[in-house]
């Protein structure tokens, strides 16, 4: 069953060399083809060890990490990765200058929505 995910959630997921990649959704925008665009920012992290919810003061530390810029991605090539719900981060205006850029020139037709796997961003 794939996850379904929501503003604000952090993920995990697995990487090909066999670490974890974590991000943070900041929109969930509908497309006209009646596909997804996330727009997400990687944590500027990886790690050998997968962290799971329960890992309340790992999960803690990672929201305090710097965040990588802003990037829509079609949601299914998100849930190809096999993300998993680690926590919450609310989303505040501030955090959204590069979604409101994007969003702007993807409205007059002069940006687009990456369609690479998830880890390839």
């Known amino acids: 069953?794939?996850?379904?995910?929501?503003?604000?959630?952090?993920?995990?997921?697995p990487r090909s060399d066999g670490g974890w990649g974590f991000f943070w959704v900041q929109r969930i925008d509908p497309m006209p083809d009646g596909e997804q665009a996330l727009s997400?920012?990687?944590?500027?992290?990886?790690?050998?060890?997968?962290?799971l919810a329960e890992h309340i003061d790992?999960?803690?530390?990672?929201?305090?990490?710097?965040?990588?810029?802003?990037?829509p991605i079609v949601a299914s090539r998100v849930l190809e990765a096999s993300p998993r719900v680690i926590g919450s981060m609310p989303v505040a205006e501030a955090d959204l200058e590069?979604?409101?850029i994007w969003r702007e020139a993807y409205g007059k037709g002069e940006?687009?929505?990456?369609?690479l796997a998830?880890?390839?961003?």
Do not use: W
């Not at 069953?1 to 997921?13: A, K, N």
């Open 1 to 13: 069953m794939q996850p379904v995910l929501s503003v604000g959630d952090i993920c995990t997921y």
């Open 118 to 121: 998830l880890e390839e961003i």
């Open 98 to 100: 590069g979604y409101r």
């Open 40 to 51: 997400l920012r990687k944590f500027n992290v990886h790690t050998g060890d997968e962290v």
């Open 111 to 115: 940006a687009g929505v990456f369609t």
């Open 58 to 71: 790992d999960v803690a530390e990672l929201m305090g990490l710097p965040l990588l810029n802003h990037f």
